[in-house]
């Protein structure tokens, strides 16, 4: 768990040291990070790619002109790994997560998916009040899966949080699926207009797949949000 929540911690705080002053990251640059991390990229070719891009930017003829965005570093961060892939490093599989942790960790994690399910039992309730049958079912479910996943961890000596990662990726789609099929068609148009206007700034750079890529992940933050319900990730579930 650590190595997950380790890759975007310290890629916040390089780049926040890059800057040169301390600030919160963006909706889009939580997308960008969770990218490089589904993309395979190793958390020091991300470090180096950041470095580059503000050496380049600090060569340039207007060096004191502020960057607010990782988005600007996304490009050095992709030819970094692109060069590293093509001189046969840094192939390794990203997060070679551990099978096991100590019982601290084991401990707060369990307290973590505990509040999830809390959360998850909530927008059951509301749902059925509001009439929502179908999609409190869903909520049921997922607290139902969850509720599966604590009694492993209270049974199981050791954790496998790669499989773990797998199965709170699976409840959070399907949550996502039913999400959707319950929202006004003007509703999700709206949401797509907000990303499109968020992202417009950032498209120079990016290629046509890393665009849909985080096109999708700010729109399911945006879905998530509204409906209140948790962010199914070992990184989003301290933030929940």
Not at 73 to 90: D, F, K, M, N, Y
Not at 131 to 142: D, I, M, P
């Amino acid at each position: 768990m650590e190595n997950y929540i380790n890759y975007y911690t310290e890629i916040e705080e390089h780049f926040q040291k890059r800057r040169g002053m301390p600030s919160l990251l963006s909706p889009l640059d939580w997308a960008l990070i969770e990218s490089f991390q589904e993309a395979g990229i190793l958390l020091e070719t991300v470090l180096r790619g950041i470095d580059l891009a503000f050496e380049k930017q600090q060569r340039q003829k207007s060096p004191f002109r502020k960057v607010n965005s990782l988005s600007y570093c996304t490009q050095a961060i992709l030819t970094e790994h692109q060069r590293l892939q093509e001189s046969s490093v840094g192939k390794s599989k990203l997060g070679d997560v551990p099978a096991s942790a100590d019982k601290t960790e084991r401990d707060n994690l369990l307290k973590m998916i505990l509040h999830a399910r809390d959360l998850l039992g909530k927008a059951a309730v509301e749902s059925r009040a509001a009439s929502r049958v179908g999609l409190a079912g869903v909520f049921e479910n997922a607290v139902g899966s969850l509720i599966s996943i604590e009694e492993e961890f209270l049974y199981s000596p050791v954790t496998d949080f790669e499989d773990l990662e797998m199965r709170l990726n699976v409840l959070e789609e399907r949550i996502l699926s039913s999400l959707i099929g319950t929202m006004e068609e003007e509703e999700l148009l709206g949401f797509r207009r907000e990303v499109n206007s968020e992202l417009k700034r950032h498209r120079r750079g990016l290629k046509a797949e890393q665009l849909a890529m985080l096109e999708k992940k700010l729109m399911n933050r945006k879905i998530l949000e509204k409906f209140k319900v948790p962010r199914l990730s070992l990184f989003y579930l301290p933030l929940n």
